[in-house]
C-alpha cells in the first residue's frame, strides 16, 4: 500500500527545478561512484530534472538506467535532458518509493538522492529500495540535514527560514534532518551492511551565493510552498518577505559563505 502522508515540501517552481538541475553524480553521488560498473544496471528514485540520471547512465554505457518520480510533468524535463545528451540507456516511470513497481532483486544499483527527507515513511521506502535490489547490489541514499546547515555572518532573518522550512517540512510529513537519520532508517529496514559518511556543499564565492541565495529566495515566495505556508499559520506573507529578503542580502555580502551537511549511506544486503 502506497503512503500518502508526505508532500513534496518545495514543489516544483522553476527556482526550485533551477536548483536541482545544478547536481551532478560529482557533486551529489561521489560516494557511490567508485561502486559503479559499466554493465550495471541502476535505479534512480526521484529523479528530478534527470541530472544526475544522465551523468549516472554514461557511467554505465553498457548497463541502464530507470529513473522514477512521482510528479510525470518532472519525468519529461528528466527525459529531455537524456535526450539532449544523446542517451539512450534511460528509461522513465512514474512511481511511488514506498511501494515500488518492480519485481525484486531487479537492480544493481539502487539510489535515492535528497528524497527520504521528503516522504511519509522513510523504512519502508529503504525496505522497497532493499527489495528490488539484487543480494550483491547497493543502496545508495544521500540527504541534506538541515539542522546542521550553517552560514556566515549570522542574521535574523535567514535563523527565520531555517526554523520556517524545518516546522513547514514537518507539517508536510517529511523530516528535513533527514542526514543524521539514514544509517538508523538503512539498519531498522533490514540492511546489515551499511556504510555510513558525510559530505558537503560549499558556496562562497559570488557566483555561488548569487546562485544559492537567488535561488531560495525565489521558493520561498514560490506559490507552492508560500501559500501551504500562510494557510496552515506557519507565516505570515509579510514574514516571508522578509525571509526572501534576507536571502538577497546575505548573497550580496562578500564575505558570505554556507555550508550544507549530507550524510550518505551506501547499503548491501
Not at 538506467?65 to 528528466?78: K, M
Not at 556566515?152 to 537519520?181: C, F, H, I, S
Not at 505570515?236 to 518577505?241: H, Y
Request: glycine share 8%.
Amino acid at each position: 500500500m502506497t503512503q500518502e502522508t508526505a508532500v513534496y515540501t518545495h514543489g516544483h517552481h522553476e527556482s526550485v527545478l533551477r536548483s536541482h538541475t545544478w547536481r551532478t553524480a560529482a557533486n551529489s553521488a561521489a560516494y557511490l561512484l567508485g561502486s559503479l560498473k559499466p554493465h550495471m544496471r541502476i535505479l534512480d528514485i526521484g529523479c528530478g530534472p534527470g541530472t544526475i540520471t544522465a551523468d549516472l547512465a554514461e557511467l554505465v554505457p553498457d548497463g541502464r538506467v530507470t529513473a522514477v518520480d512521482r510528479a510525470p510533468g518532472v519525468l519529461e524535463l528528466a527525459r529531455a535532458t537524456t535526450t539532449a545528451r544523446g542517451l539512450t540507456n534511460v528509461d522513465f516511470a512514474v512511481g511511488d518509493v514506498h511501494a515500488l513497481d518492480f519485481p525484486d532483486d531487479t537492480f544493481c544499483v539502487v539510489h535515492a538522492h535528497q528524497v527520504l527527507q521528503h516522504v511519509g515513511d522513510p523504512v519502508q521506502a529503504l525496505r522497497e529500495m532493499r527489495r528490488v535490489c539484487r543480494p550483491t547490489g547497493y543502496v545508495a541514499v544521500r540527504d541534506a540535514d538541515y539542522a546542521s546547515m550553517t552560514w556566515y555572518p549570522a542574521t535574523d532573518g535567514m535563523d527565520a527560514w531555517l526554523d520556517l522550512y524545518r516546522r513547514v517540512a514537518r507539517a508536510n510529513g517529511g523530516e528535513p534532518d533527514a542526514g543524521r537519520r539514514l544509517r538508523s532508517w538503512a539498519l531498522e529496514a533490514g540492511f546489515t551492511d551499511v556504510t555510513a559518511g558525510a559530505d558537503t556543499w560549499c558556496y562562497s564565492t559570488a557566483e555561488e551565493r548569487a546562485w544559492w541565495s537567488g535561488s531560495w529566495a525565489d521558493r520561498t515566495l514560490a506559490p507552492e510552498y508560500a501559500e501551504r505556508a500562510v494557510r496552515d499559520g506557519h507565516a505570515t506573507r509579510e514574514e516571508l518577505e522578509q525571509v526572501s529578503a534576507a536571502w538577497r542580502e546575505w548573497g550580496a555580502r562578500e564575505d558570505g559563505w554556507f555550508a550544507v551537511l549530507h550524510g550518505e549511506v551506501l547499503c548491501r544486503k
